[in-house]
């Protein structure tokens, strides 16, 4: 998962899959299906806050949030 020194909006699939490492692919899966991804529809695009995606990737993957 990338680092960013603050916490910010990601607009869009891609700069979600890039923030957290993973494909588009994958995204799109975890908003189809992952009960808690925190993604919302901003505009009639998917966009996520740095923080909250952090903080659910740390749920996820059983690691402290960084």
């Keep these: 998962m990338q680092q960013a020194t603050k916490d910010e909006w990601l607009r869009g699939v891609k700069a979600i899959a890039d923030f957290l490492g993973v494909s588009d692919r994958?995204?799109?899966?975890?908003?189809?299906?992952?009960?808690?991804?925190?993604?919302?529809q901003?505009?009639?695009?998917?966009a996520a806050h740095t923080g909250e995606l952090r903080t659910?990737?740390?749920?996820?993957?059983?690691?402290?949030?960084?």
């Design 56 to 66: 659910w990737a740390a749920t996820r993957c059983g690691r402290a949030a960084a």
């Design 42 to 46: 901003i505009g009639g695009r998917y």
């Design 26 to 40: 994958t995204v799109k899966r975890w908003i189809a299906s992952a009960a808690g991804f925190p993604v919302h």
